[in-house]
């Protein structure tokens, strides 16, 4: 268990961006009598208008999602976690290697470009970005579920069905990275 409660390892810090969108890495309070007290990484990976709420993957793979206003109040500000001690989105080996994690740094670099839209006020150019964004998590998403998928196939002897994920996987992975 790490000095803050947690019992996440590795380390980094909390993503200065004041309203984190798609793509971006977070550290949120834990709520509730289990978990108060504790702060979880996670990656934002929706957000819906209309109902105003956010989705999240924990970095255990979990999801939940949250209304703005309470996903606001839960994200820790950078000037609370530098010590905090958090998993990365990337997985530890290749048996459980995530897809979302090459996702998440090349999304961090057209984050930047979405606010530099939004400075220059082309408000068209950072709604474009800003689905390209959602895009690129929901193919990795994809990926991440196919992967899994193909993992129970592979458990249950049923090959047949892990080729055709795998070929699914592979033509997904083709498009991500633009071939």
């Excluded at 309070?29 to 209309?50: F, K, L, N, P």
């Excluded at 105003?52 to 109040?73: I, N, Q, S």
């Excluded at 839209?117 to 970005?129: C, G, M």
């Excluded at 090959?159 to 083709?174: G, S, V, W």
Aim: charge should be negative.
């Amino acid at each position: 268990m790490a000095e803050n409660g947690s019992d996440a390892k590795g380390s980094g810090k909390c993503a200065p961006v004041l309203q984190p969108g798609v793509g971006d890495s977070v550290v949120l309070r834990g709520t509730g009598r289990r978990w108060h007290g504790i702060h979880y990484s996670a990656v934002v990976v929706d957000e819906r208008a209309e109902d105003d709420t956010v989705k999240v993957r924990y970095a255990d793979g979990g999801y939940k999602r949250f209304k703005r206003e309470e996903f606001t109040a839960l994200v820790v500000p950078e000037s609370e976690c530098e010590d905090t001690y958090k998993l990365r989105a990337y997985e530890m080996d290749d048996e459980h290697y995530d897809p979302t994690a090459e996702v998440i740094e090349a999304v961090s670099s057209k984050r930047r470009l979405v606010q530099e839209a939004v400075r220059r006020r082309d408000f068209l150019e950072a709604h474009r970005l800003k689905e390209e964004i959602a895009e690129q998590m929901r193919s990795a998403e994809r990926v991440r579920e196919l992967r899994q998928q193909m993992a129970r196939a592979v458990t249950a002897e049923d090959f047949l069905r892990a080729k055709e994920l795998h070929d699914e996987i592979e033509k997904l992975e083709r498009a991500m990275h633009g071939g």
